[in-house]
């Protein structure tokens, strides 16, 4: 299994979020205590998102986890 396979659906529901918000992923990364590249690298298969990323990331854009999976997914 690939780190991207393990980030999905909360990579492609945070990347998602990001742009019905319409702020920039910098803006996102800065929030939650990360740089812009590890935030990048997160959504893009390069580095893992762990449970505590998860909870980082939704506090910093504002929605529940269980809406940006449902994003993921499509819903």
Not at 45 to 68: E, F, Q
Request: hydrophobic share 40%; glycine share 10%; net charge positive.
């Amino acid at each position: 299994m690939t780190i991207k396979e393990m980030n999905y659906p909360f990579d492609v529901g945070m990347a998602e979020v990001i742009k019905e918000k319409g702020v920039k992923q910098k803006y996102v990364a800065k929030r939650a205590g990360y740089t812009a590249q590890e935030l990048c690298d997160m959504l893009n298969g390069r580095r893992l998102i762990k449970a505590c990323d998860i909870l980082s990331l939704s506090l910093a854009i504002g929605v529940t986890t269980d809406y940006i999976y449902a994003a993921g997914k499509g819903g």
